[in-house]
């Protein structure tokens, strides 16, 4: 590849080209010890994580779906024995400038597969100072959205992704947009307890709304500030969120990708009026991501 579109001005308009994880070589499932989200944890604890073959059929199932739906799907080149899912927190678009994320030591290996889809040095790193995660960065039309860990006891824990050193380095990059930063609950053993990322908790919607968690989230003026960006607040309870029920995809303003086990929030959006494309992603889901998690979005146009 020699040339690649970049473009995204929010989370809501018609998807272009997206980057899909597909976990096709990821190995046999971490011990309990050595995993690192909740969600993973807890299923690895009971038995019901999820197999490499059936994660590897939902993604590619998903990868499906969105080429039906016009979207030019482009899958990261095959790292043996790297968990190649969440393509989400590899990198970041924002505007016309694909960030290179920062992630845990633990999935740095990740961007080894992204970035051959992209033109040599087409990405702009992070000063050393800064870590962030793609799932903790959410574009509106006026603001960038950043999931920030501002309690200091939760600094060192395994789910505290994005510091709060991210938010000066974006307002230096984008001073036309408002950067702000919203403070999630963090725990490292309980997924009724901890938002991973900022998309585990907040999803704004391309009518106006969000779907939102408000038991995930530290400040409750930073709650009201979402409440003065949206018409509505669609809530979902902390179980809900835990199965990533906010963890949905704009296919374009109207229409989204969800899990068709979401049987109360498809109705709700449905009622809203808009158009949902079911697509199971339970398996995947076991391993702490859904539809935002595992996509990067390189292109949509309004």
Not at 99 to 111: A, G, N, P
Request: hydrophobic share 40%.
């Amino acid at each position: 590849m020699t040339s690649v579109d970049l473009h995204i001005p929010n989370e809501w308009s018609t998807l272009r080209k997206v980057v899909l994880g597909h976990g096709r070589d990821m190995g046999p499932p971490p011990v309990l010890q050595e995993a690192y989200d909740p969600t993973s944890k807890w299923h690895l604890a009971r038995g019901t994580f999820p197999r490499q073959d059936d994660v590897a059929k939902q993604l590619d199932g998903l990868s499906e779906v969105l080429a039906a739906e016009g979207v030019e799907v482009l899958r990261p080149h095959n790292i043996a024995g790297v968990e190649q899912i969440f393509a989400r927190d590899v990198g970041v678009v924002i505007d016309g400038v694909f960030i290179r994320s920062r992630t845990i030591d633990e999935r740095s290996q990740e961007w080894e597969g992204v970035a051959p889809l992209l033109p040599k040095g087409h990405w702009l790193d992070l000063p050393a100072d800064v870590q962030l995660e793609g799932g903790d960065v959410v574009v509106t039309g006026d603001a960038i959205l950043v999931g920030i860990t501002r309690n200091k006891a939760w600094l060192d824990l395994q789910v505290a992704r994005t510091t709060a050193s991210a938010l000066d380095f974006l307002k230096q990059q984008f001073p036309h947009r408002a950067v702000v930063g919203i403070a999630l609950s963090k725990d490292d053993e309980d997924p009724l307890k901890c938002a991973l990322h900022l998309d585990c908790a907040y999803m704004p919607l391309g009518g106006g709304e969000a779907i939102v968690c408000p038991a995930f989230f530290e400040e409750e003026s930073e709650l009201g500030y979402l409440n003065s960006l949206h018409t509505t607040l669609i809530e979902v309870s902390a179980q809900e969120a835990a199965q990533l029920q906010t963890n949905l995809l704009h296919l374009a303003p109207d229409t989204l990708l969800i899990d068709p086990q979401f049987e109360r929030l498809s109705q709700v959006l449905q009622d809203k009026g808009y158009r949902l494309v079911h697509c199971p992603m339970d398996c995947v889901g076991r391993m702490g991501g859904l539809f935002r998690c595992t996509t990067l979005p390189l292109l949509r146009r309004d």
